[in-house]
């Protein structure tokens, strides 16, 4: 996978211009950077796509093609990106607990686990509307991004990722510590993508991060957040969503016109 991994293209992607060191600095403004321009969104998924992990296809994808992607394809490409540039960098499994109880959830999502002299960090580019744009230290310590405090948690058992603002406290999601081989990543990938009882396959869900807060799409339902100011609104047919797509998610997707969504059954 290494060998076909375009370092360059994707820094020029994701308008990276900082220090190429291993190390805090780097990692912290890449992290930055990935997911400022790397938005989160499932349409592929919604029209019966394949969602590839190889990094030739999420080269084409998402690098040249300039597309958006959910937290498998936009950690593989952050980690390939932490690899090149020579971090000790591990990829780990994690059950989103936003809402189903821990024991209900499957390891669907995927985040990195960075090693470096001050700790270890994780790195989590692609958690949908809840992201930290930091690394957040496992060490226990907050991590503050706009009002939202990032913080994990943990116990003989498992990993907790916390997320407390003034209008929620939330358990992200939780994670053991066991190591995951790549099929794991595969075969969770295949489920969040292609089962009947999968979020991914049933709804619409996107994130984009704009200066100061994001902009978060459920199905019809859109919430922007900038600072402590909380603005919603409802799309009222796809050419709406297409044009909000174009004007905080970077890209204009025709496909869009074409989606389907079973939790909104028709929609015009």
């Known amino acids: 996978m290494a060998h076909s991994f375009d370092l360059d ?11 190429a ?33 190889d990094l030739a296809s ?6 040249r093609g300039r597309r958006g992607g959910y937290c498998f394809e936009q950690a593989t490409l952050f980690l390939a990106a932490l690899n090149a540039l020579g971090f000790d960098a591990t990829p780990h499994t994690a059950r989103v607990t936003l809402v189903l109880k821990p024991h209900e959830a499957p390891r669907g999502h995927m985040y990195i686990r960075v090693r470096l002299p001050e700790g270890d960090f994780i790195a989590d580019p692609g958690l ?15 991590v503050q991004e706009g009002n939202e405090s990032y913080s994990f948690a943990s116990n003989e ?23 995951d081989n790549w099929v794991d990543f595969e075969v969770a990938n295949h489920w969040v993508a292609t089962h009947a009882a999968s979020p991914f ?11 100061g807060g994001r902009v978060t799409v459920m199905n019809r339902d859109v919430t922007l957040r900038r600072g402590d100011k909380i603005e919603t609104l409802q ?9 909000l797509v174009q004007t905080h998610f970077g890209f204009d997707y025709a496909e869009i016109d074409h989606i ?8 015009a």
């Not at 396959?201 to 200066?211: D, E, H, K, S, T």
């Not at 799309?235 to 044009?243: P, W």
């Not at 389907?260 to 929609?267: K, V």
């Open 9 to 19: 293209a994707y820094l020029e992607r994701v308008a990276y211009h900082g220090p």
């Open 21 to 53: 060191n291993p190390d805090y600095a780097t990692l912290s403004g890449l992290l930055m950077s990935h997911m400022n321009h790397i938005h989160f969104e499932n349409i592929d998924v919604l029209l019966g796509r394949p969602i590839r992990l």
């Open 58 to 63: 999420l080269g084409e994808k998402i690098v």
């Open 128 to 142: 949908g509307g809840v992201g930290c744009r930091a690394p957040i230290p496992l060490n226990g310590a907050p």
């Open 157 to 179: 058992r498992c990993l907790t990722l916390k997320i407390d603002s003034p209008d929620r406290k939330i358990n992200a999601w939780i994670a053991g510590f066991d190591e």
């Open 201 to 211: 396959v049933n709804r619409l869900m996107m994130r984009a991060m704009i200066p």
């Open 235 to 243: 799309l009222e047919s796809r050419s709406e969503l297409r044009r």
């Open 260 to 267: 389907r969504i079973p939790s909104l059954g028709d929609w």
